[in-house]
Nanobody, 127 residues
Framework: QVQLLESGGGLVQAGGSLRLSCAAS????????MGWFRQTPGKEHEFVAA????????FYADSVLGRFTISRDNAKNTMYLQMNSLKPGDTAVYSC????????????????????WGQGTQVTVSS
């Protein structure tokens, strides 16, 4: 099992940047594939980005491709989401998620793929 805690959310103007962090504890972080999702009021979780356990593979939603970068530092038990060129449409609660994986290359894009979730951090982008 693993516990996840997001941080780094806040208010930013359109075009600005923000870096989210997801700190993990409770298990070996390097054995988990990870992902970022976001949610707005009245809407389901939307996939943002995913990364395999060794960072061998990453994958992005079309809406953030080229603007967001997912990364992880297994030595620090931390995953990151670097968000650049932010748009008002990026406003949401961002959550990190984890699932145990035996593959260095496989990533996951569905909510149902993940077993562990953080509490979320609010990102608000003003115009």
């Amino acid at each position: 099992q693993v516990q996840l805690l997001e941080s780094g959310g806040g208010l930013v103007q359109a075009g600005g940047s923000l870096r989210l962090s997801c700190a993990a504890s409770g298990r070996t972080f390097s054995s988990y594939a990870m992902g970022w999702f976001r949610q707005t009021p009245g809407k389901e979780h939307e996939f943002v980005a995913a990364i395999s356990r060794s960072s061998e593979s990453t994958f992005y939603a079309d809406s953030v491709l080229g603007r967001f970068t997912i990364s992880r530092d297994n030595a620090k038990n931390t995953m990151y989401l670097q968000m650049n060129s932010l748009k008002p449409g990026d406003t949401a609660v961002y959550s990190c998620a984890a699932r145990q994986s035996t593959s260095d290359s496989h990533y996951y894009t569905s909510v149902s793929d993940y077993d562990y979730w953080g509490q979320g951090t609010q990102v608000t982008v003003s115009s």
